[in-house]
């Protein structure tokens, strides 16, 4: 493809402001383009003074921005327009904050990365925009219980109505795991690099990536310039986007401390699901998982179907020849609780609502339906009791399970 100007510019930035993406942001909002930016003149001064005000950023943030735009020089942008050229000749794709096909859901947290470098032989609206997005963590030591249990998570999650796509770390153990199950069950996979689009790390995993990157609805990616070595602190940064992709992320197995924990937080400050397998309280292996679920941080997985339930991903059934059909459709819904609650009921109209809107509090269902809070609040306690519905720690109500 052939890079305008703007993409030169945001890929430069990128490089320049990569550890400070919030404030690239703030700087592009002001300046109104990221080629702006590096005009110099007017639009240089309104990103100086932008950057020394102290009701902006943080004293530090303060020093870094001063240093970093110092670095907003035509050189930069040299350096921008070869690295894209490096980009095609690889087949890679780079994807900028400002293109359509950049992922809506990693648009929308503060510090999304400028660019995204992609290596996928599906489009990038192929791999984001068709289907919903679910993380996948865990520890590089994993243990048998952790293994197996991750291969049946993944296995439920392809058995769904609405096929996610798996969004993982590309590492050792639960990782890979997830990835490769992910493939053999027919999903869309991503895999975040905290290195170059051009190298694999652990390089154990290069057939894996590979097969990624030919699979449909499948590829890997980074936020960081070619040529990027592994770094440690590389892998804890690159975490924010594969929660930032995800509706929800499942942590598998994780110790007390870990990649998968730091995942865990960003994704509970993105507002995102955060789901946890439960182990032994002797297991180092489980201890972070634990203590997520003990913290109500996390929602405890108590089995796969349930998890599928309340993601909101619909199970399905086997059907006549053993063809994938959906077990309930909004018409036999709908039929049911007539039937039980009678037609025209404030639980008939509630209960549609949830099936259409999971994870709705009793504010959001009371805007949806135009009941009174009251009579909302008490059709969920009545739904829940007869099993229709089941509510979490934060009273979000979504479908039993067996209803969906």
């Not at 590096?38 to 309104?46: M, Y």
């Amino acid at each position: 493809m052939s890079y305008s100007d703007e993409h030169v510019a945001l890929c430069a930035l990128n490089k320049i402001f990569g550890y400070h993406p919030a404030l690239a942001v703030s700087l592009l909002e002001q300046a109104g383009s990221a080629v702006k930016l590096f005009a110099g003149g007017d639009t240089f001064s309104v990103a100086k003074n932008w950057a020394d005000a102290p009701e902006k950023v943080s004293p530090s943030g303060q020093t870094a921005s001063a240093s970093l735009l110092s670095q907003l020089v035509p050189s930069e942008l040299e350096w921008a327009r070869k690295e894209l050229e490096r980009v095609e000749a690889g087949g890679f794709r780079f994807v900028t904050l400002n293109d359509e096909d950049y992922p809506a859901a990693l648009r929308e947290i503060p510090d999304p990365p400028l660019g995204l470098y992609l290596n996928g032989t599906s489009s990038p609206t192929e791999i984001f925009g068709l289907r919903p997005m679910i993380g996948i963590v865990g520890t590089r030591d994993i243990s048998l219980y952790g293994r197996e249990w991750c291969r049946k998570l993944v296995e439920a999650l392809a058995a769904a109505a609405a096929l996610p796509c798996i969004v993982s770390g590309l590492a050792f153990g639960a990782d890979g795991i997830a990835h490769k199950t992910a493939m053999e069950c027919g999903l869309g996979t991503v895999g975040v690099m905290a290195t170059g689009i051009d190298q694999v790390y652990p390089w154990q995993h290069r057939d894996l990536a590979m097969s990624m990157v030919r699979s449909p609805g499948s590829g890997v990616l980074t936020d960081y310039p070619m040529d990027t070595s592994p770094v440690a602190h590389n892998f804890l940064r690159r975490n924010r986007i594969i929660a930032g992709l995800c509706s929800a992320v499942i942590v598998v197995e994780s110790k007390n401390k870990g990649g998968s924990l730091v995942t865990a937080k960003y994704a509970v400050d993105y507002d995102r699901e955060v789901y946890a397998l439960p182990g032994r309280i002797d297991d180092p292996r489980s201890a972070g998982c634990n203590s997520l679920i003990a913290s109500n941080m996390a929602h405890i997985i108590t089995s796969p179907e349930e998890l599928v339930g309340h993601l909101g991903l619909g199970a399905r059934v086997r059907g006549a020849g053993g063809s994938w059909a959906t077990g309930w459709t909004q018409a036999r819904f709908r039929q049911y609780l007539e039937k039980n609650f009678g037609a025209g009921s404030a639980m008939v109209t509630v209960g549609m609502a949830i099936r259409e809107h999971r994870g709705a509090r009793a504010e959001d269902l009371t805007a949806l339906t135009g009941l009174p809070i009251g009579t909302v609040l008490e059709s969920i306690g009545l739904l829940e009791i007869k099993g229709v519905i089941t509510t979490d720690l934060l009273r979000r109500c979504t479908l039993a399970p067996a209803y969906t």
